[in-house]
């Protein structure tokens, strides 16, 4: 079993920059990604940017030049610093550590206002 803990998020106007982390605990395997996912009302789930223990990283083009997801694996901590947010990045922004198995976080609120 694996526990995610989120922390940071919160209300920052359009152009601002907020930074959140999730720290994992508990059967941490090597070879795992860890990452953030985010939900918007009446919206799907959608990736915002994973990285591989190795240091590999995936981002939603819509992010990209903007978001920087980092992690520190002795911790076994991701943090995704976020700048030049927009309106459009407002939701739920959800931590997922995947290995064998998939597992997220409650969620953390970052709201953007215009």
């Known amino acids: 079993q694996v526990h995610l803990v989120e922390s940071g998020g919160g209300l920052v106007q359009a152009g601002g920059s907020l930074r959140i982390s999730c720290a994992a605990s508990?059967?941490?395997?090597?070879?795992?990604?860890m990452g953030w996912y985010r939900q918007a009302p009446g919206k799907q789930r959608e990736l915002v940017a994973i990285m591989t223990n190795g240091g590999s990283t995936n981002y939603a083009d819509s992010v990209k030049g903007r978001f920087t997801i980092s992690r520190d694996n002795a911790k076994n901590t991701v943090y995704l610093q976020m700048n030049s947010l927009k309106p459009e990045d407002t939701g739920v922004y959800i931590c997922n550590y995947r290995d064998f198995l998939n597992y997220w976080g409650q969620g953390t609120q970052v709201t953007v206002s215009s």
């Open positions: 508990g059967r941490i395997n090597s070879g795992n990604v």
